[in-house]
């Protein structure tokens, strides 16, 4: 298998902003600016003179402003952007977009003697500006595919990039562990980026030479608008399940977000998966919604909740179907069948889990789309390949990661309900099909100042899963973390007196910090079961308040792995240690 490279070190905001920008801009004159918002129907109210110099850059928060910026001062949660207005002039920008909200703020700081911009939507505008000062003209490249979903888009990112790059294709990356461009790669802070980064990027890749870029994009992009002023040549949806219900108050808001990604204005064609998730709710409704022309993906054996798809809608025929999945090696083979023409697709993926040849049919078909679908006969040359060879063996870093086996220890970013079904269920389907029947042991926690409400639910089905329950800190950031690991644990104590109450035991414990817990794991696991260390993935700090932690579960997990071994070896050599 072959392992793609992790993220460097984390980069401070502006070192990574930084990162982002291209080499060379040329500057963007004042007036060309507002005919640019004019197009676009932000038409803008102009305060104070013109600026003496075009502009070479737009940033979106005073910190990483250079000198040459338009500083975009947008009305916060917290903050409204123009009461930072006068540090982001103080390290050089040339001229402040804003609302009216933000042009009283900098009157009565008496910062409105600079050139300010006042439109009515500033997170619009600030798209179209940025696409407007980086020179991204629609046509201009690189070609965009977005990935969009619950889970799954990291993994679909990753698996489709590779498959670009065996077609002999420049791919770019942007999304949750890393940005790519060409040979360049800078760790990510977000999934996806505020949209000044966004179009600073797609002039790097051009710079690079990057002809298709793939991009997750998280519903918090679509409602804050990061990707105004991009277009998709085609845009892939996975799942829908429950997260994020802090930003979107219900399932219906996060579709209607989700959706937003589908509009005819947005992408040239969708790809939706019908049938991910707890099944084909979501995704119908997804491809009913979508303006853009849509290609379905049903994923048949794949799927998680087998034969919903029919009970739901007995009409439906999807475009694309995987019609057999057998395993290969930890993964599984898979065909594709298209029902139009009658032609197979064959594939094979590396990655353990149902869910993850999901992720690779979803992967080759927006790559099709992407190249056009002439190239069928080339897709599948580099796709028909033995497990373990070929682009979806591609491994992700922190996906389903196996760092051991004896006890078999993978490591996953499975985060949220579905998250953690999938990967449990997946852990333990490939133990069976290799014949491991022992227990399985699961150590994980939740995120604070996010939805609250999958805590107890995480519990719940840890317990459903697991033979032995590990509750400990994922990240706080804000909150105190003790009373997180207590909605988790209540989800937890609940299930396990049922699951008692039918007479199976399941072991929950709560264990602080995290590194111990993954220690007791390992402590109480026997050779034949299974471990599964759920929720950090690739990461690499956990936050406490602002404390930023290392913490690398991977690195934990192995550790202790080798602790176990050595122990075993110095006690049947008679406590002598081997010198070598
Ligand atoms: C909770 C949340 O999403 N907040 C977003 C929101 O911030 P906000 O409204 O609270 O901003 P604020 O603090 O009131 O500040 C207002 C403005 O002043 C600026 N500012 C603030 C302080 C300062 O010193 N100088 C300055 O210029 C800020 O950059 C901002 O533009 O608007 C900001 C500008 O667009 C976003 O950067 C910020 O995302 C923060 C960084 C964030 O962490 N978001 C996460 C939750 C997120 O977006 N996650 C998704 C994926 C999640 C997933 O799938 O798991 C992602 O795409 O990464
Ligand atoms: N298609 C899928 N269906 C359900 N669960 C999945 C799927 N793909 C991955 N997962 C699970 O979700 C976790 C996150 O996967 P991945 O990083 O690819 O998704 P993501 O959408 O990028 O998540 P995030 O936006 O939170 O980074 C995996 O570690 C795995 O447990």
Redesign the pocket.
């Given at each position: 298998m072959t392992q793609t490279p992790g993220p460097e070190a984390p980069l401070s905001p502006a070192e990574q902003d930084g990162a982002f920008r291209p080499a060379h801009v040329d500057p963007l004159p004042w007036d060309a600016l507002l005919s640019a918002l004019e197009t676009a129907g932000q038409p803008a109210r102009v305060h104070g003179e013109a600026p003496a110099a075009g502009l070479t850059g737009a940033a979106l928060d005073s910190r990483v402003v250079r000198p040459g910026d338009l500083y975009i001062a947008l009305p916060g949660a917290r903050a409204h952007g123009a009461a930072f207005a006068g540090a982001a002039l103080d390290a050089g920008a040339r001229a402040v977009l804003t609302d009216a909200a933000g042009v009283r703020l900098l009157a009565e700081a008496g910062r409105d003697a600079v050139p300010v911009l006042d439109v009515e939507s500033v997170r619009t505008a600030a798209g179209v500006a940025a696409a407007a000062v980086y020179g991204r003209g629609l046509d201009a490249g690189p070609r965009l595919v977005g990935v969009t979903?619950?889970?799954?888009?990291?993994?679909?990112s990753f698996l489709a990039a590779a498959l670009l790059e065996a077609l002999g294709h420049r791919s770019g990356i942007i999304?949750?562990i890393l940005t790519r461009a060409g040979e360049r790669t800078v760790p990510s802070t977000l999934?996806t980026p505020e949209s000044t980064q966004l179009h600073a990027l797609m002039a790097l890749m051009r710079e690079e030479g990057v002809d298709t870029t793939v991009m997750?994009v998280?519903s918090h992009a679509v409602s804050y608008r990061r990707i105004a002023g991009l277009r998709y040549a085609v845009a892939g949806f996975?799942?829908l399940t429950q997260d994020h219900l802090d930003l979107h108050g219900s399932m219906d808001e996060y579709f209607a977000a989700k959706a937003g990604l589908f509009d005819a204005d947005r992408t040239d064609r969708a790809v939706i998966t019908v049938d991910?998730?707890e099944g084909p709710r979501w995704g119908l409704a997804m491809a009913r919604a979508a303006q853009a022309p849509v290609t379905t993906l049903a994923l048949g054996p794949a799927a998680?909740v087998p034969g919903a798809l029919a009970e739901e809608d007995p009409d439906f025929r999807a475009d694309w179907a995987i019609t057999e999945l057998t395993p290969d090696g930890l993964g599984h083979r898979f065909t594709l069948h298209h029902a139009a023409s009658g032609r197979v697709l064959r594939a094979s993926v590396g990655l353990p889990g149902r869910?993850?040849a999901?992720?690779a049919a979803l992967a080759a078909l927006l790559v099709l789309h992407a190249v056009g679908e002439d190239q069928l006969d080339a897709l599948e040359a580099v796709l028909d390949v033995p497990a373990g060879e070929g682009p979806f063996a591609a491994a992700?870093p922190g996906?389903?990661e196996v760092v051991g086996r004896e006890p078999d220890a993978v490591v996953?970013?499975?985060?949220n309900p579905?998250?953690m079904v999938?990967?449990l269920t997946s852990l333990s389907d490939a133990r069976a099909a290799g014949g491991r029947t022992g227990r399985t042991l699961i150590v994980f926690g939740a995120t604070g100042d996010r939805d609250v409400t999958k805590r107890p639910l995480m519990g719940r089905i840890a317990v459903d899963h697991a033979d032995v329950v590990i509750v400990t800190d994922d990240t706080p950031h804000s909150e105190d973390p003790a009373p997180i690991r207590g909605d988790v644990l209540a989800g937890a104590r609940e299930q396990a007196s049922r699951a008692a109450a039918e007479g199976r035991t399941v072991l929950v414990e709560e264990v602080v910090p995290r590194a111990a817990a993954i220690r007791r794991a390992v402590e109480l696991a026997g050779d034949a079961d299974g471990i599964l260390v759920a929720g950090r993935?690739h990461e690499t700090e956990q936050d406490f308040d602002g404390v930023a932690v290392p913490l690398d579960d991977r690195v934990e997990l192995r550790s202790a792995l080798a602790k176990r071994a050595t122990g075993r070896s110095q006690a049947s050599s008679g406590g002598k240690v081997d010198p070598s």
């Open positions: 979903g619950t889970n799954g888009k990291t993994t679909t999304g949750t999934t997750e998280s996975t799942n991910g998730g998680p869910f993850n999901a992720n992700v996906r389903m996953d970013f499975a985060h579905d998250g999938q990967a993935g």
